[in-house]
């Protein structure tokens, strides 16, 4: 049996704890979208992978402030009730 990769672990352990990380280019295509949480926002994850999240989410104030947000490149961290799922995030990767 092949051994897992580092993504392949951390892409399990998202996806079976109540979390969500996302991660968008500057355009606001998603790269990221894993975490168990995503199903409360009604998509799985990784669904959201190669879509534009400012026209999926765009609709929403609150989602629309926090996409603009990241896209200044703002570094934050967030935690907000989606469905009563706790959603933490940060913007962009300290290097």
Do not use: C
Request: charged fraction near 15%.
């Amino acid at each position: 049996m092949p051994t897992p990769t580092t993504h392949q672990i951390v892409r399990e352990l998202f996806n079976h704890i109540p979390v969500m990380a996302w991660a968008m280019d500057m355009n606001g295509i998603a790269l990221l979208a894993e975490g168990s949480a995503m199903t409360s926002i009604g998509f799985q994850p990784g669904q959201l992978v190669g879509h534009n999240l400012i026209e999926i989410f765009g609709q929403d104030p609150n989602y629309l402030a926090q996409l603009r947000r990241a896209l200044t490149g703002e570094s934050f961290t967030l935690q907000s009730g989606i469905k009563h799922a706790p959603a933490r995030g940060r913007s962009k990767l300290d290097a």
